[in-house]
């Protein structure tokens, strides 16, 4: 395999909450657990960089003080690591509100936003973290969204756009996640609306997932938007490609922010998650993508040069057992994959600060 520089590679943190420690649900992985097997997976001496983190207990709280974010950086730093991006509560359960909903609502969601770039400078003050986003969503479901499509899009717009100026007023990008369970969001083509009317490029921009982004193909919760036939034979790579690249085409030029995953074209939701992409390990016989080339879609522009839009890609392995999880072959798996993705599409300069 070619050796590069760039992108750095990060595991996500947040697999070993996103789903559990609810009611009937598993409990929560704690994150030194989660850190101690992402620093044990090493592939011919090629181990992970970093690690991206979810802002919520009980892994980091949202309202971590100085003293608190010095001792998770020490943390982080003993195993090797940097941080990348960090994900904002936004979500009423974590304290946020639908950044379409009431007054209160949006208050509490650009609150969370506030709180989250607050962290990402003082980590980066720290020392711990020189690149990375915030990601955000619009915490409301699609159901919601389509009482009244056009209002509500202008109400996620305008909180969108608030949200824009408290990240630069901390020095950060947010990255809107791209995944059918958030309304305004839930299909390629209402991404691209969204983004292109808040207008803060240097501000704002997408978050691709391959998991969540082959949906849009589908037309779950957008059937209007679909680019594969309901009776698709997924044996006919060659449609799957042309539907993939007209996603890639529209949202790349947003994309900065990457997630490595694999889908098997079936959706799965817990709590908030509500029907979303569900995540299949590497070699999962189900998984519908050639990850490794299909990541070339999103990491190499129309000439086939690197976009080099982010400084690092992640895995993003939500809902798996916790069997899984504390498997070792499991992250190894997955570091693996991550390597043979950088292989193919990195690059060996720093790509340029955003501006």
């Known amino acids: 395999m070619t050796s590069h520089r760039y992108p750095k590679l990060h595991n996500a943190m947040w697999p ?61 730093r003993a195993r090797g690591f940097v941080v990348g991006s960090l994900v904002a509560p936004v979500w009423p359960p974590t304290g946020g509100g639908s950044a379409m909903g009431s007054d209160d609502d949006r208050r509490n969601f650009l609150t969370q936003v506030r709180k989250a770039c607050a962290i990402g400078r003082k980590l980066r003050d720290i020392g711990i973290r020189s690149y990375g986003v915030v990601r955000i969503d619009s915490a409301t479901a699609p159901a919601e969204w389509a009482k009244d499509p056009d209002s509500n899009t202008k109400r996620i717009d305008q909180a969108f756009r608030e949200a824009c100026d408290i990240a630069a007023g901390y020095g950060e990008r947010l990255a809107a996640e791209g995944e059918i369970c958030w309304g305004g969001m839930h299909s390629w083509k209402r991404m691209v609306q969204l983004l292109e009317l808040v207008d803060r ?41 042309e539907a993939l690249r007209t996603v890639t085409n529209a949202l790349r030029p947003w ?58 890609v992640c895995w993003d392995g939500c ?26 599409h990195g690059w060996d300069a720093r790509a340029p600060a955003a501006v």
């Open 16 to 76: 070993g909450l996103v789903g559990n420690g609810r009611p009937g649900a598993e409990p929560a992985i704690d994150l030194d657990t989660m850190l101690d097997l992402t620093a044990k997976a090493s592939v011919d001496g090629v181990g992970f960089d970093g690690v991206d983190l979810f802002l919520c207990d009980p892994h980091v709280s949202i309202d971590a003080s100085d003293a608190d974010l010095s001792r998770l950086a020490d943390k982080i």
């Open 201 to 241: 490029p240097k501000t704002i921009g997408f978050q691709a997932d391959m998991a969540h982004t082959l949906l849009f193909t589908m037309g779950y919760n957008a059937p209007e938007d679909r680019l594969l036939p309901a009776d698709y034979d997924w044996h006919d790579r060659a449609h799957l490609d």
């Open 255 to 312: 994309t900065i922010d990457f997630h490595v995953a694999q889908n098997d074209a079936t959706v799965f939701g817990s709590g908030t998650h509500d029907k979303t992409g569900r995540h299949c390990l590497p070699a999962d016989p189900n998984g519908k993508l050639d990850v490794v080339r299909h990541a070339g879609l999103w990491m190499r522009d129309e000439r086939g040069e690197p976009t080099r839009a982010f400084q690092h």
């Open 319 to 344: 809902m798996f057992p916790n069997a899984t999880m504390m498997q070792a072959t499991t992250w190894t798996d997955v570091l693996r994959l991550l390597i043979e993705v950088r292989s193919a």
